[in-house]
Each structure stands twice: as C-alpha cells, then as structure tokens.
C-alpha cells in the first residue's frame, strides 16, 4: 500500500462520511472527491443541514421548521465541534461532532432525517462508534454517554437514546476504517499519477 505521507490525498483527514462511502462504493467516492463533486444530496439531508448550521450559528434560520428543531434539541457546552486523532497506520481521524460536554464526555449526535431510530438502530451505529474511537484516541479516556437525539419531522418531538462503547468496539470497527483509508491512498495515487501525465502531456 502507498504511504501516507508520500500520498496527497483530497482531504488531510479521514472523515465518517468518507469512510461510509467507501465501504459502499469506492468510484463514488472517486467520483465526489476527484471528479465533479457531486454531494447526491435530498430534500431530507438538506433540512438536516439548515438545522445543524442554525444550531453551530446560534441563531434562528427564519424557518419555521427548522427554528423549532433547533430549539427542542438538546444544547451541549460543545455544539458542531472539530475533534481530531491519530490512530494507527497513520491515519488522522476526524468528527464533527453535533453536541459534545469534554468535562463529562458525553457525546450527542442530532438526527433529523425520515430514518426512524430505534435503540437497535443506535446500539449498532459504525458512526458512533467512529466517533467514540476519535474520542478515546484524542482524551485517553471513554466516553460516559453516547447520546442519539432523533427529532422527528412528523410529530415535532426528539427522542432519545443512550448508548455506550467498548474498547473492543472500536478495535473491531480499527481494520474496517484502515482497509477504508488504503482505498483513499489507492485511488489518490491513481488520480494524481492521471492528473501529473495530463500536465506532462500539455506542456
């Protein structure tokens, strides 16, 4: 496999939603992060945008679905915060996490799509554990509460479930995202030898 620090790759971190989408289809992420930048988003994903930029703002988007979301979900010392970490295979991992309390290291994540959660759904979330394995390589120490708020556009109402991580967790979720990142230094070697033999070749 390409080294990392040898290899440029699109971004200098490795993302939740990079790694979804590898796992699912690596040409789309080709696609999204060396090709035209085509984000595939819906009508559902873009409420949950407004909602998640009005809360990082701290201010009312002067949408009246929207407003009332951000005011129903719970508020955390911490909201739409950058975490960074290393983990092995040099890899740097980062979250964005919606809520986030360091001194009691509870982490929240906001849902705001048609998906209805349920406590299955949560316990078994790779993204939770994504991020509790960000937050254990950055603090030394677990995560008390991992907390899902899922607020549903049909009632107005936000649900909420608790769940927790072991290290175990994170360990089995370790190769997953270092076979994921082998595929970016993969596909970032092949686009940027494409990219130098394009300039070779006009100049």
């Known amino acids: 496999m390409p080294n990392s620090k040898k290899v440029k790759t699109p971004i200098p971190y490795f993302s939740y939603?990079?790694?979804s989408i590898l796992e699912r289809d690596p040409e789309l992420y080709r696609e999204m992060y060396f090709g035209e930048g085509t984000q595939y988003d819906n009508e559902a994903?873009?409420?949950?945008?407004k909602v998640h930029d009005s809360i990082a703002k701290g201010e009312e988007a002067g949408d009246v679905e929207v407003d009332h979301a951000k005011m129903v979900l719970p508020a955390y010392p911490k909201q739409h915060y950058d975490v960074k970490a290393k983990i092995p295979g040099e890899i740097t991992l980062m979250g964005?996490?919606?809520g986030f309390d360091p001194r009691k290291m509870i982490l929240a994540d906001y849902k705001t799509g048609n998906t209805k959660w349920s406590q299955k759904m949560v316990d078994g979330s790779d993204q939770l554990t994504f991020y509790s394995y960000i937050c254990m390589m950055r603090y030394k120490k677990p995560l008390r509460a991992i907390k899902?708020?899922?607020y549903s556009?049909?009632?107005g109402i936000v649900t909420t479930f608790q769940t927790t991580r072991s290290k175990i967790d994170m360990m089995r979720l370790h190769p997953r995202i270092q076979k994921?990142?082998?595929m970016v230094l993969k596909i970032s070697e092949e686009e940027n030898k494409q990219k130098n033999e394009e300039i070779i070749s006009y100049s």
């Open 17 to 19: 939603r990079q790694f």
């Open 45 to 49: 994903m873009e409420f949950g945008r």
């Open 96 to 98: 964005q996490f919606d």
């Open 148 to 150: 899902l708020h899922w």
């Open 153 to 155: 556009r049909k009632t």
């Open 180 to 182: 994921a990142w082998n």
